[in-house]
Each structure stands twice: as C-alpha cells, then as structure tokens.
C-alpha cells in the first residue's frame, strides 16, 4: 500500500467551501420558497448550478489536498461528471424542501435519493483520478460513507425546510446549520477517501507521468472559482432580498395609502361616518338584497333642530364637537348591521334593515328622546333637538333616489310640523319632494337658458347722497313663475353646488354692468357682489376674479366682494390669506352681516377689510329697541376705530337714517332710498328724481340720539 497525505491548507479550505456551500444552499432554499414562481424558476436554477459547483469544490479541492508518491492527475470528461451529477443533486434539494410539506416518509425518501446523489458524485470524480498501478475500496469504508452521506442529506433537508421561511434570527440559525451540514459533508468525502487503497508496484522511479490536469496550479484556479460563484450568488441573494424586503414596504405604503384615501373619499372627515358616496352604495346593496330575498329596511333622514344658533353662538369649533357627541349618541342605538351617514353640516342618515315599519318608528322615537337631552360640550350646556323623515322600501320608494328624496320631504314636513318629532313619508308630501326635484332640474338649466338677472340696490353716502355704488343680487325669471326671490332658490343652490358657477356668472355679470356704468360717464361708481362660502372657498377664486377684471377692464377698487362674517370666521387664517391676495390687486372686502356671527376681535383686525357692513336685523327695530342701538352704536364706533367704512342695510325710516348719519355711519342702503332695480330702471332714476329722499339738515338736528336712546 502507498503512503499518502493531506495538505493541511487545502483541507481547512475545503471545509470553508463546505460551509460556504451549505449556506448557499440553505439562502438559495428561502429565495425559492419565498419568491413568486416566475422568479423561483431562476432562483432554482442558479442556485442549483452554485450549489452544485460549491459541492463539487470542496469534493475536488479535498481531493487536490490528498497527494501520493506518485503523480496523479484527473480526467476532465469524468471530473465534469461529477460536477453535473453534483448540480443535478442540488436542483432536487431546492426541489424538495419547496413543497408544502415534508412528512417522515418524503423524508427518508429524499435522503436516499440525495445520499445516492452525493456518494455518486465523490466516488465518480474519485474515478477520474489517474494514478499508477491503481487503487482499491474498502467496502466497509465505502459503505459507512455512504450512511454518512444519507444521513447528512436527511439533516441538511430538514434544517433547509425548517429555515426557508424568514423566521426570527434566520441568518444566525442558516450559519449554525451551516457549520452542522459542512462537517458533515467534510465527513463522508473523507470517510470515501479513506475507502480508498493504492498498491504499490515494484519501481516507483519508473512511473510515468499520464495526461490530465495537473494539480500545482489546480487547487487555486478552483478555490478562486468557486469562492467568486458563492460570493456572487450570495450578494445577489442578499442584494434581491433587500429590494423585496423594501418592495414589501413600499407595497404596504401603498397599501395604507390607499386605505386612507379609500377612507377619506368615503368616510366624513369630522365624525369618520360613511359619507353620501358610501351611504348611495350600502343603499344600491340593500335594495338588491330586498329584490331579491323580499327585505325591508328604512331610510332615516335626519336634521338638527338648533344647530346653528349654536354654531353661530359658540363658533365652529363648539358645533363641531357638538356633531361628533351627537354622533356618538346615535350610534349607541344603532345594531352593527345598521349604517350610520352624515351627509353634511347637521345632516344624518340611518339605513336599517327592518321586519315592520314599526321598528323604523321604535328607533325615530328613541332617537328624538336621546337627542333632546343636554349635551355638554366644553365647559357648555348645549339644547337641541331632531327632526325625523323616514322612508320604507319598497313602498315609499324603489331607487336610492326615490327614497332619499322622499325621506328628505318627510322630515321637512317634521320640521314644519313643530319639529322635535318624526314622520313617515306620505304621497301627500310627494307633491313638494317633486317640486323641489323639478326646481333643482330647472336651476340647473338656468345659467345656459339665460334666465337669471341682475338686480342692483344703490348705496348712498350718508346721510341721503350721492350714490356711491350698488350691490348686486341675483334674480331668476323662471318660465312659468315669474320673478323668484333669491330666498327661493339660493339655499338649494348651495345645497346642490350650484351656486359656484351662479356666483360666477354673478360676479362676471357684475362686472360687465358696471364697465358699461363706467362707459356711460359713472366712473365713481362701484358694484359689491356677494361671495358665498363655497366660492370663498374656492382654491381658484383669485385668478377668476382677476381674469374677470381684466375682461371688462375695471378698476379693481371699484369692486367689492362681500363676504359673511360667519364665512370669514370659518376658517380664519385661510380667509386672511385670500382677502390679502384679493385686496393686494386693488379690490375691496366687506363683512358682510356684521354682529350676527361669531367672531374674534383679534381676527378681526387682522382681515384686511375695507368696510364692515351692519345686518338689517339691528336696523329694523333701531327706533325702539334700546340693545339694537347700542350694539349698533358700537359696531359704527368699531369701525372707526379700526379704520374701516361701516355700512348700513334695511334702512327704511327717516329715524333709522338720521340716527344712522349722526353716529357717523359711512353708507346708508335700503327702500327708503333705493329699491333693487335694473339696470334700465336706474338709467330712469338717474334722469328724473335720483337721489330720492333727501334728509333736511334741521330735521338731522331734531333727531336727537337720546330721544332713540
């Protein structure tokens, strides 16, 4: 027998590349297992091809690292063998560990088949060694490398089935494996190696040396070789990991983002209800499940009765908590199966699925005795009440809209019938739900039709002249009944949105009137539009109004937005914003219905308004209510202190005037010295007895403040 030996670098090299190799195989089982099956089928394959080449290495490198006294060399189609054979056993690896399962019998089964694998790569490449005279097996050794080898694959597949899922420390217990798996690969190649007997002949001196590769410079070559194919495949391993990891959080970003925006486009920001969008949703599933399998279920509308005396007592910020108690309140009395919508303001839906019209009417009744008692929101006792329309399916209705509508009308005839109460629809309220529908239809046709016109209320410097301008308001000469009053349709044009390209058309039209005025020699006069809230808060309102100007090119000074107080006090900050823009072009803002809102002196004097106009409610009883009096002998005196011009509305008495002038007031408006006209009645006015009722200075001096007082 011939001596041999190991070179000791070679081996601890070869057990580096085995543990390299078991942790390239054991990452390669994670990417395959937790990939889609597109990219699984490359990560199969790669991985197949470094782990096999990293298999194959420590064999051929352990066999590089035994050396005899004669020279050996390798042949390279055998040597290739075994490379494939090595590979082929991997793929069946990542094959195996893959499934959803790996019961006892799979197990065993793999085991042999992947020890077979192994054992068949080592004694193939063995064979392919080239050495004189030859060589011979111990089949005891043979054998126990073979156990060995089957063992190692069963411990090697379970520990890759157990870690190919991303589990707490992956990485850690992928690198103990590792270890395990590397020695036990180092193992069984050793314990194949030592099967191995090589008879010594007669003469050594003699041997010749066959052809092959040689070995001085192979052990590098493969080392390097196989190192960089690890290397690579573990970077490109970490680097795909990484960018599925980030991928995975963008995905949920994503994910959240949708959800909050899928929350926001149907839910109520203040009290997160579901809103219109979502409400005409779970209504359409409610009216298929009723035709379908003959359900009933009830629409609840609901209004709060005393709603804005609160807001505009304590402000926006008391009603909007106000809301959400009220909220919280009803939902305390509603079944998880019923839906709960705010449509807006003080507006709220109940959907509920019932047996009998009874069990709608159970709820209502509950809900009014609810509503009523006191809230307490802050440091305030709140009072309000609710009034309740409700509609049945199917027969108040057979569409969301029939149902809503009706609903709607129902609770408005609570609402005149002494509200605090409830009502079920009746085909006797269908007359008014329809006239409104048929109204909005109309509304909406207005603009295009050209019905709508302008009326213009002059404004007179106090105490009786001259005419310092008009204030524009809005009629509608519908077709079949006449003249409507702004009363009439207003409120449901800001119900339905209507009222932005009304007030658009207002404003244009405004401005064209009074560009004509000015043509006409009037170049003194001016024209004040009023913005409603909607338009106010319109992101685009500056660049209309400044697109209207320059259209009729007007003077921008010579125009006045008039804007609520209650509109102005919304959202302050935002109004100072706009009004700043505004009144940096040149054009004017006035607050509009002065006293009756809820209003901060701080953000009052930081409004850059230019006028503040006194609401017709204190003018009206000025002569003999001593509070009106002195809460408008304090407004006029605000706005002087403040700078600001004060204007007073509904002037319709020569007290009211003479008091009005002696306080100071800027500008008087009202029937006293104007009616609302148009355009053609002015142009009379102007050539006959304009300005109408003219004050005598020793009837100003006989109205004395105190007898008012």
Known sequence: MLASSYNDVLVLFSFIVAILASYTALDMVGRVATTDRAAARWWLGGGSVAMGIGIWSMHFIGMLAFSLPVSISYDPLITGLSMLIAIASSIFALWFVTAAALSLPRLVAGSLIMGGGIAGMHYTGMAAMSVMPGMS????????????????????????????????????????????????????????????????????????????????????????????????????????????ARTAILAQSLEQANRELMQLALHDNLTKLPNRLLLEDRIQQALQKGEHEGTLFAVLFMDLDGFKAVNDAYGHHIGDQLLIAVTERIQG????????????????????????????????????????????????????????????????????????????????????????????????????????????????????????????????TAPSGPVSGFEALVRWE???????????????????????????????????????????????????????????????????????????????????????????????????AILDQLTDLGVKASIDDFGTGYSSLLYLKRLPASELKIDRAFINELTTNNEDASIVSAIIALGQTLNLKVVAEGVETVEQQAFLS????????GFLLGRPMTPAQIGDRISSDWPGHVIPATELEDVKTADIK
């Not at 004509?516 to 338009?535: D, K, M, Y």
């Not at 808060?537 to 107080?565: G, S």
């Not at 002696?662 to 408006?669: A, K, S, Y």
């Open 137 to 244: 097996y111990d089949l005891r050794w043979v054998l126990l490398s073979v156990v060995i080898a089957v063992l190692a694959s069963a411990g090697a597949l379970w520990m890759a089935f157990r870690l190919r899922t991303q589990v707490n420390n992956v990485k850690l217990l992928r690198a103990l494996a590792a270890i395990i798996m590397g020695v036990a690969i180092v193992g069984m190649h050793y314990t194949g190696m030592t099967a191995a007997n090589f008879h010594m002949m007669g003469s050594m001196a003699g041997m010749a040396h066959h052809g092959g590769v040689n070995t001085n410079w192979l052990a590098v070559v493969v080392i390097v070789f196989t190192l960089a194919v690890l290397a690579i495949t573990l970077v490109v391993s970490v680097l795909d990991a990484r960018l599925q």
């Open 333 to 460: 009395s509603l079944r998880t199966q019923d839906t709960l919508a705010r449509l807006g303001g003080d507006e709220f839906v109940v959907l509920m699925e019932i047996t009998d019209p009874a069990d709608a009417a159970t709820l209502a009744a509950q809900l009014v005795m609810l509503i009523e008692q006191p809230f307490n929101v802050s440091r305030y006792e709140l009072l309000v009440s609710i009034s309740i329309g409700i509609a049945v399916y199917p027969s108040d209705g057979l569409t969301e809209r029939e149902l809503m509508l009706n609903a709607d009308a129902a609770m408005y005839h609570t609402k005149n019938s002494g509200r605090n109460s409830h009502s079920f629809f009746q085909k006797s309220m269908n007359a008014n739900a329809q006239e409104q529908l048929q109204l909005m239809h109309d509304l909406r046709l207005a603009i295009e039709r050209n019905e709508l016109r302008l009326h213009y209320q002059p404004k007179f």
């Open 478 to 576: 519908r077709p079949g009944s006449g003249m409507l009053s702004p009363a009439v349709f207003l409120p449901l044009a800001e119900k339905t949105g209507l009222i932005l390209p009304m007030g658009e058309w207002v404003l244009n039209e405004a401005c064209r009137q009074l560009s004509e005025w000015h043509r006409q020699g009037h170049q003194e006069w001016s024209v004040a539009v009023n913005l409603s809230a909607l338009q106010f808060e319109q992101p685009d309102l500056v660049e209309k109004v400044v697109d209207i100007i320059t259209r009729h090119q007007i003077p921008a000074e010579k125009l006045t937005l008039e804007v609520t107080e209650t509109t102005a006090m919304l959202n302050p900050d935002v109004s100072v």
């Open 662 to 669: 002696r306080l100071g007031c800027d500008t008087l408006q």
